[in-house]
Nanobody, 113 residues
Framework: VQLQASGGGSVQPGGSLRLSCTVS????????IGWYRQAPGKERELVAS???????YYADSVKGRFTISRDNAKNTVDLQMNSLHSMDAAVYYC????????WGQGTQVTVSS
C-alpha cells in the first residue's frame, strides 16, 4: 500500500492550501485515515482524521480552520487548510490505519510573509 501526498507549498499568513493524499488501495475499510504534521524540533502530532464510521477528529489548534474529507470511490483523503498561520508550518503526512499503519512521504507546508 502506498500513500502519495500532494498540495503542500508556501503561503502567506491567512492563506489557504489543500492537501490531498491518494492511496493505492481501497480506503473503505480503513479504521482511521488522516493527517499528522511535524514541525522542526517538535513531535509528530495528529492534525485530523476520519474513522471508518465517519467520526471526525481535529486537533484543538486547527478546529474551525481545517476540514478533512475522504472519497472512498477515489481512495483519497483531503485536508483543506484555511486561515493558515506560522504555527501551521510543518511537514504534513497522510496515514491510513487498517491491519497496520501506512504513511505517505510527507509534504512541506510553509507559512511566511
Amino acid at each position: 500500500v502506498q500513500l502519495q501526498a500532494s498540495g503542500g507549498g508556501s503561503v502567506q499568513p491567512g492563506g489557504s492550501l489543500r492537501l490531498s493524499c491518494t492511496v493505492s488501495a481501497k480506503i473503505f475499510g480503513a479504521i482511521y485515515i488522516g493527517w499528522y504534521r511535524q514541525a522542526p524540533g517538535k513531535e509528530r502530532e495528529l492534525v485530523a482524521s476520519i474513522s471508518k464510521e465517519g467520526v471526525l477528529y481535529y486537533a484543538d489548534s486547527v478546529k474551525g480552520r481545517f476540514t478533512i474529507s475522504r472519497d472512498n470511490a477515489k481512495n483519497t483523503v483531503d485536508l483543506q487548510m484555511n486561515s493558515l498561520h506560522s504555527m501551521d508550518a510543518a511537514v504534513y503526512y497522510c496515514y491510513m490505519r487498517s491491519s497496520r499503519t501506512y504513511w505517505g512521504q510527507g509534504t512541506q507546508v510553509t507559512v511566511s510573509s
